[in-house]
């Protein structure tokens, strides 16, 4: 699970809703209090607002980029995976900007090709508009990959160690997008 920002526009501070589980990278949505909820399938919650860009979660299901463990990684362990505890607010991305994600469906892989829109599908970017918004969340800027190990944006060294992707995904597999929303 893992949002890295290359370049970004805007950073939001939007509160989480209550009861939500939101990984770092998936696409989000606002319910009508203005809060921020995992995008999904129901008229209130399909329209996409931007990605994630912390976690928000109970469970052991929160690592840094390229940190795949069953333990999970934490800022604080009072704060037990939920990176939003302490202000109840996410970071979220919106407006532009080029990212590096292992959070999108498998026909990403098999059926992406440079250059085309992507659309949330209950949280991952997908190349099919399952909600049938219209409303293009990313642009593929390049497929599915191993990640080098570095700072975004700049030089990083030959023969880096690649970073882990999340389960369900194979290894070393992250896409480049450009956010449109």
Known sequence: MALIPIYHVVAASRTVAAGQTIQMGQ??????????????TGSQTKIPYGLAGDTK??????????VVTASGWQNRVSDYFDETKASGKMTVYHSGGEFATDMYNTNVSS??????PLYGSVGYLDTFDTNDTRVIVARLTKLPAAYPSGVPGTDTPQNDMALASRFGIPNDSYIEIRLVI
């Open 27 to 40: 696409v989000v949505s606002l319910n009508t209090a203005g809060a921020v909820i995992l995008q999904s």
């Open 57 to 66: 979660t109970t469970s052991a299901e929160s690592y840094m980029p390229g």
């Open 111 to 116: 059926g992406g090709v440079v250059g085309m």
